[in-house]
């Protein structure tokens, strides 16, 4: 127990000295959530808020590198004072701002065989001897700071959502889905697709049965690959995220965390630093295009000699609230597409449902790309997808933060600002018609 109460100031214990090493350890204080590590072996302790300032991951789940704690998420690094020391999307000559700094406790001691915290200026100069052995604090609920779009938000009622491939409901068959806390009984009839209880409407698009379950005010992703015959398609099984759909749409838009989220996968060939993102907003969300250098082993040309790994890659990204995405991957080098769509169906607050859909053109004069070719490009993007939805299960928020001053923003993160505007959006629009 604290010296003067949960909640008040004083000094906490947090952790026996032994337990303390170069792997941050989690730990609460004063009703609050922080992280105690070393930033050397031996060396002494230091201790931070538990969430990183920028998307707020846990720093629990971060390591140790060159003295400093870096972040899981996007490789945001710290020093034992807190201060932001670096942050790769900015590059190697990038100044990070002073509000990436964590808001460390006012002081940390290591006294009778514990770990102590001051989390506040207390009068008290250094930890008292303990009467008998310390408790600490059990870590306390984490608490949201501002408002969070969850996967039960009220506005989710008036918009289409996936919620099945449509080959998971064969003809006279009958599938029960879950959608924005509730179940909801498919049927495939003679006559076309029933829903029960009943909903606004219920339909088949892009290879998957869609449901509005009150008068939708959503705009379409338009998706022009599905109509045009230089594509071939493959579906990734439908996974499931334990979180809301927010912060995995965050994610999917996002192109600085491959590095240090991506590792078995992609993100060795991704370099950390991004130009910034110019975007373009349209009805319904908005259009953002950016360009970077990656590594092609795919293409065949490399394969023989003809042309170099590293290529030029343009990136469109299509968003659509509340959770469409359309990414188009065009190799101007060899002129081959890759497009992905993630379509997420909030399933309950703790619940995301993702389809993934791959779209595959190997370029002008080229052969359709083969069913070998396809097969794997899946089996690759559902090994990215599982790293994207660790690190979600890992990142535990009940929404996106909608209030900006609730995260640390910088250049590359433009996409998440929209999104996170484009949100507050489709919020605003439903209570403008509740009003009217
Ligand atoms: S670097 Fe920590 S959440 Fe992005
Ligand atoms: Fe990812």
Request: hydrophobic fraction near 40%.
């Given at each position: 127990?604290?010296?003067?109460?949960?909640?008040?100031?004083?000094?906490?214990?947090?952790?026996?000295?032994?337990?303390?090493?170069?792997?941050?350890?989690?730990?609460?204080?004063?009703?609050?959530?922080?992280?105690?590590?070393?930033?050397?072996?031996?060396?002494?302790?230091?201790?931070?808020?538990?969430?990183?300032?920028?998307r707020?991951?846990?720093?629990?789940?971060?390591?140790?590198?060159?003295?400093?704690?870096?972040?899981?998420?996007?490789?945001?690094?710290?020093?034992?004072?807190?201060?932001?020391?670096?942050?790769?999307?900015?590059?190697?000559?990038?100044?990070?701002?002073?509000?990436?700094?964590?808001?460390?406790?006012?002081?940390?001691?290591?006294?009778?065989?514990?770990?102590?915290?001051?989390?506040?200026?207390?009068?008290?100069?250094?930890?008292?001897?303990?009467?008998?052995?310390?408790?600490?604090?059990?870590?306390?609920?984490?608490?949201?700071?501002?408002?969070?779009f969850?996967?039960?938000?009220?506005?989710?009622?008036?918009?289409?959502?996936?919620?099945?491939?449509?080959?998971?409901?064969?003809?006279?068959?009958?599938?029960?889905?879950?959608?924005?806390?509730?179940?909801?009984?498919?049927?495939?009839?003679?006559?076309?697709?029933?829903?029960?209880?009943?909903?606004?409407?219920?339909?088949?698009?892009?290879?998957?049965?869609?449901?509005?379950?009150?008068?939708?005010?959503?705009v379409?992703?338009?998706?022009?690959?599905?109509?045009?015959?230089?594509?071939?398609?493959?579906?990734?099984?439908?996974?499931?995220?334990?979180?809301?759909?927010g912060?995995?749409a965050d994610t999917f838009l996002d192109a600085t965390?491959?590095?240090?989220?991506?590792?078995?996968?992609?993100?060795?060939?991704?370099?950390?630093?991004v130009?910034p993102a110019e975007i373009t907003v349209e009805p319904g969300g908005f259009r953002s295009v950016q360009?970077?250098?990656?590594?092609?082993?795919?293409?065949?040309?490399?394969?023989?000699?003809?042309?170099?790994?590293?290529?030029?890659?343009?990136t469109t990204y299509s968003y659509r609230a509340p959770f469409q995405l359309r990414l188009?991957?065009?190799?101007?080098?060899?002129?081959?597409?890759?497009?992905?769509?993630?379509?997420?169906?909030?399933?309950?607050?703790?619940?995301?449902?993702?389809?993934?859909?791959?779209?595959?053109?190997?370029?002008?004069?080229?052969?359709?790309?083969?069913?070998?070719?396809?097969?794997?490009?899946?089996?690759?993007?559902?090994?990215?997808?599982?790293?994207?939805?660790?690190?979600?299960?890992?990142?535990?928020?009940?929404?996106l933060p909608l209030?900006r001053?609730?995260e640390?923003h910088v250049p590359a993160d433009a996409r998440g600002l929209a999104l996170r505007q484009a949100l507050c959006d489709f919020?605003?629009?439903?209570?403008?018609?509740?009003?009217?």
């Amino acid at each position: 127990m604290g010296t003067t109460g949960w909640g008040a100031t004083g000094w906490f214990p947090v952790a026996r000295t032994a337990d303390v090493g170069t792997a941050p350890v989690p730990v609460a204080a004063g009703g609050r959530s922080w992280v105690v590590v070393r930033m050397r072996r031996g060396g002494e302790v230091s201790a931070f808020p538990a969430r990183c300032p920028h998307r707020l991951a846990p720093l629990a789940e971060g390591r140790v590198a060159d003295g400093r704690l870096e972040c899981p998420f996007h490789g945001w690094r710290f020093d034992g004072e807190g201060r932001c020391t670096d942050i790769p999307s900015l590059g190697a000559d990038g100044v990070p701002p002073p509000r990436a700094d964590l808001a460390v406790p006012w002081a940390v001691e290591e006294r009778h065989g514990w770990v102590w915290l001051a989390p506040d200026r207390t009068t008290t100069p250094s930890p008292p001897r303990p009467s008998g052995t310390p408790q600490p604090e059990p870590a306390p609920a984490d608490a949201s700071r501002g408002p969070v779009f969850g996967n039960l938000d009220p506005s989710l009622e008036h918009a289409w959502h996936p919620v099945a491939l449509s080959r998971e409901l064969r003809p006279g068959g009958w599938l029960q889905v879950r959608l924005l806390g509730r179940t909801w009984m498919l049927r495939r009839t003679d006559t076309g697709l029933e829903v029960d209880p009943p909903a606004y409407a219920v339909r088949e698009r892009l290879g998957m049965i869609w449901l509005a379950p009150a008068e939708p005010r959503d705009v379409p992703l338009e998706v022009p690959e599905a109509a045009d015959p230089a594509f071939v398609t493959g579906w990734l099984p439908p996974l499931r995220s334990p979180g809301p759909a927010g912060p995995l749409a965050d994610t999917f838009l996002d192109a600085t965390h491959s590095a240090f989220v991506h590792t078995t996968t992609i993100g060795a060939a991704d370099r950390p630093a991004v130009g910034p993102a110019e975007i373009t907003v349209e009805p319904g969300g908005f259009r953002s295009v950016q360009e970077q250098e990656v590594d092609n082993p795919a293409d065949p040309d490399v394969v023989s000699g003809a042309r170099p790994l590293r290529q030029r890659r343009r990136t469109t990204y299509s968003y659509r609230a509340p959770f469409q995405l359309r990414l188009r991957q065009e190799f101007l080098d060899s002129g081959a597409t890759t497009t992905l769509l993630y379509l997420l169906q909030p399933e309950d607050a703790d619940s995301t449902r993702i389809y993934v859909c791959l779209m595959l053109a190997a370029g002008p004069g080229r052969t359709l790309p083969d069913p070998r070719t396809v097969t794997d490009q899946v089996a690759l993007q559902q090994r990215v997808l599982e790293e994207d939805i660790a690190a979600q299960e890992a990142l535990a928020l009940p929404g996106l933060p909608l209030d900006r001053r609730d995260e640390v923003h910088v250049p590359a993160d433009a996409r998440g600002l929209a999104l996170r505007q484009a949100l507050c959006d489709f919020i605003a629009a439903g209570e403008r018609r509740l009003a009217a």
